[in-house]
């Protein structure tokens, strides 16, 4: 009864975490997830995305060729809660909350593989999963991906209950076809799982091999099952599709920016005679070292713990952990190694496994591409403070009062320092992360939206310019633009990354070019300030007071 209160408390924190101000923290829907959101709507009303596909297997959007997973499980929300930014990024809340739950699990399976001789504390398996769940539940990583609508939180939900019932089925083969289900469609989740899955299972294979070969008819059965869900996908991920995902993401596309300071060294190289200088500048070295430094940029500190990456991966001035956990995370590493019996080698294969499908990409290192990380780390901090609990309640016995009373003092010292680091994160996320970054999360186009559909009766066109970041796909979004109107007119042009069509409605979609534009009164202009250099009938700012867009006849 006890196991189950705390179980509950912790799931009613993470939801709460996870649905409070849903709708209006992060402050504005960005690029993504408003494609998103509509082409599940498209999908709803019309059984095909905005560029007319029917029930497709990648969401061809922006270019980026979104896996489709979270447009279809937006349909429902969608569906019944109407399309707005709040029924988007339901799915990924949900998930998160799901997630937390499967964190309990996983832990559970993992600390069942540990021989219970090997086991140093004996209550350790009712306390670990709990301690694992809470820390995901609060995890400023996961808690920021579980609440907006971005496909890989999907895929980590589906990552964690795949390996809870990969792990089972040593014990129990008839899980191993649920594992194999749920994996497989993880590869539908988002882009780097594609890539993580299949390395997962192989160590999984590779760890636990003599007790998946007793149960080769279940082996046997899930590879069917996962040929059966992933083979439709393969024409995808190895087609043009795929193809034109992997070039727009990966850091060796650009190659003459790439290799231009190595052809310079190689030329000084050829004439100075230098042997290893040529060696070290080839080609092929830069393409090694590259991927290497994408690699190793994941496990940056100060991007874990200080800075993060992109704007919208974070909250102001806080990095994807908090950094009190930081001494608990290594200590519960040095744990693992010496006492983690057969998981040492999963849990740790996993941490190496994590950024890998990262590494080739641009702007390494990044929250979204390695959130395949999670829950692992809480993993290991779990182990770390409680190790570092029993150690200590172990050593005050045999020390003297005033060693007692340090030790109290550094443990209370300890969990006020926590509780800060935690209270600074969530103010700084639900107080101040909407004011200082509405920059970077398209803020303002709903407003514009609103303005322009009130007055849209009194011009006979409106021009919104393209400089203001795929503009088309926010006014489909904000206006509810029926999809069957849409595709009727032609949908989304079929050029290439950010070319529509560009007419719908009473609006037209294209740069603007003031002096030169037509200023009668008949035609209103959204655009930045930089283009419409008089003064507007109508602004629209950030939060933080900084103009954003401005609305002019």
């Known amino acids: 009864m006890k196991k189950t209160l705390i179980l509950i408390s912790i799931v009613i924190l993470a939801a709460i975490l996870r649905f409070w101000q849903l709708g209006v923290v992060p402050p504005s829907p960005d690029w993504d997830e408003a494609a998103l959101g509509y082409n599940a709507y498209s999908l709803l009303k019309t059984g095909k995305d905005e560029y007319g596909t029917r029930w497709p297997l990648a969401l061809r959007s ?5 896996p489709p997973l979270y447009a279809y499980l937006a349909i429902p929300t969608v569906k019944y809660l109407g399309l707005s930014t709040y029924s988007v990024r339901l799915p990924a809340a949900i998930n998160g909350v799901l997630g937390v739950i499967g964190a309990y699990f996983l832990t559970v399976a993992l600390l069942s593989l ?34 907006i609508a971005f496909e890989a939180n999907i895929g980590v939900t589906l990552n964690i209950w795949g390996l809870y019932f990969l792990l089972k089925s040593l014990t129990n083969g008839k899980y191993m076809p649920v594992s194999a289900l749920i994996l497989g469609l993880g590869f539908y989740a988002y882009h780097s ?32 099952i996962g040929i059966i869900i992933v083979g439709p996908l393969l ?48 080609r092929r070295i830069v393409y090694i070292k590259t991927i290497a430094e994408g690699y190793l940029s994941h496990f940056s500190l100060k991007w874990l713990f200080l800075s993060g990456d992109n704007d919208r991966h974070h909250a102001p001035d806080t990095g994807l952990l ?34 890998i499908a990262a590494s080739p990409t641009s702007e390494t290192p990044h929250a979204i591409r390695t959130l395949v990380t999670l829950p692992l780390l809480q993993v290991f901090t779990a182990f770390g403070l409680y190790s570092a609990y029993m150690y200590g309640k172990e050593t005050i016995k045999h020390v003297t009062k005033q060693m007692r009373l340090v030790v109290f003092v550094i443990i209370v010292s ?7 680091n935690i209270g600074y994160y969530f103010h700084m996320y639900y107080s101040h992360m909407n004011i200082e970054y509405s920059q970077f999360w398209q803020y303002g186009y709903k407003q514009a939206v609103e303005y322009t559909e009130a007055h849209k009766s ?19 979004f904000f206006m509810k633009y029926d999809p ?54 109508y602004r629209i700012s950030f939060l933080n007071g900084f103009e954003a867009i401005r609305i002019a006849e």
């Open 62 to 66: 922006f270019d980026d060729y979104k």
């Open 235 to 282: 024409p995808v991920v190895f087609g043009k599709d795929g193809l034109t995902r992997l070039k727009g993401t990966s850091s060796l596309s650009d190659q003459t920016g790439l290799l231009a300071k190595s052809v310079s060294k190689l030329e000084d190289d050829l004439q100075n005679g230098n042997l290893m200088g040529l060696i070290w500048e080839n």
């Open 458 to 476: 009194k011009y006979k066109k409106i021009v919104v310019s393209t400089k203001l970041e795929q503009p088309h796909m926010f006014y489909l």
């Open 114 to 147: 540990i021989e219970t001789q090997k086991r140093k504390y004996t209550d350790i398996t009712a306390v670990l999963p709990f301690m694992v769940m809470f820390l995901l539940a609060i995890s400023p990583w996961h808690l920021q991906f579980s609440r």
């Open 193 to 224: 799982q594609r890539v993580f899955i299949p390395l997962l299972i192989l160590l999984a294979f590779i760890v636990f091999f003599k007790k998946f070969l007793s149960k080769w008819k279940y082996v046997l059965v899930s590879i069917f």
């Open 414 to 420: 300890s969990f006020v320092a926590a509780i800060c």
């Open 322 to 355: 908090y950094l009190w956990e930081l001494p608990f995370l290594l200590w519960g590493m040095v744990v693992v190694i010496k006492r983690g019996g057969v998981i040492r080698n999963l849990l740790f294969g996993w941490l190496l496994l994590a950024p």
């Open 484 to 537: 069957r109107l849409y595709l009727a007119g032609g949908g989304t042009a079929s050029g290439g990354f950010a070319e529509v069509r560009n007419k719908f409605d009473v609006y037209e979609f294209r740069p603007i070019n003031w002096p030169n534009e037509l200023h009668d009164g008949s035609i209103l202009y959204v655009g930045t300030p930089r283009e419409i250099s008089t003064d507007p009938i």
